[in-house]
């Protein structure tokens, strides 16, 4: 199966696959970190998602064009990537451009860095808690941690 980009249900699937010597993939860690007042700090870490980066090289300019206008749509995409191309990823653009190759001014290169989206939730699992007897799906109120919990235990619903 070759690997595509794209809506989902209506990938484009991409001619050649990135060039090896640019091609990148692996996890990045979504963290953030604070000091205390010791001077310490503390992190916090959200998730681990996946991330690609490289270029197609020797497109022709109908290919570039139906590429670019999937890298340029202001949603999130459907990646199924070379090295698991059976596997559904779905994805963010961080960045792509294409230029002309500089050996033959007829063929282009399109260049993409591309981060894993499916994971990305609003709060950290650690610091959001969902008060035990609240009313399923929809109903729930989400409840801090950090906020109200010294006082009688009790805790105080975020409201951000």
């Known amino acids: 199966m070759a690997h595509k980009i794209g809506l989902s ?3 484009y699937t991409l001619p050649v696959n990135p060039e090896a010597e640019t091609y990148e993939y692996g996890p ?3 963290a953030g970190m604070v000091r205390a007042l010791d ?7 959200l998730a681990a998602k996946k991330r ?11 290919q570039r064009n139906l590429i670019m206008t999937e890298l340029e749509r202001q949603a999130h995409l459907s990646w ?11 994805v963010r653009v961080l960045s792509s451009f294409a230029r002309p190759m500089a050996e033959a001014p007829d063929w282009w290169e399109v260049h993409f860095e591309l981060e894993e989206s499916r994971r990305w939730r609003n709060r950290s699992p650690a610091s959001i808690w969902i008060a ?15 906020r ?8 105080r619903p975020i409201t951000c």
Not at 52 to 57: E, K, P
Not at 80 to 90: G, H, L, R, S
Request: glycine fraction near 14%; aromatic fraction near 10%.
């Open 9 to 11: 249900g209506s990938e």
């Open 28 to 30: 990045v860690s979504l």
């Open 39 to 45: 001077g310490s700090g503390i992190t916090h870490y």
């Open 52 to 62: 690609w980066a490289g270029h197609w090289a020797g497109l022709t300019t109908a």
């Open 80 to 90: 199924y990537p070379p090295e698991a191309d059976t596997t559904q990823y779905i």
């Open 132 to 146: 035990p007897g609240t009313p399923p799906a929809h109903d729930q109120r989400r409840f801090c941690r950090c």
């Open 148 to 155: 109200g919990t010294a006082r009688r235990g009790r805790m």
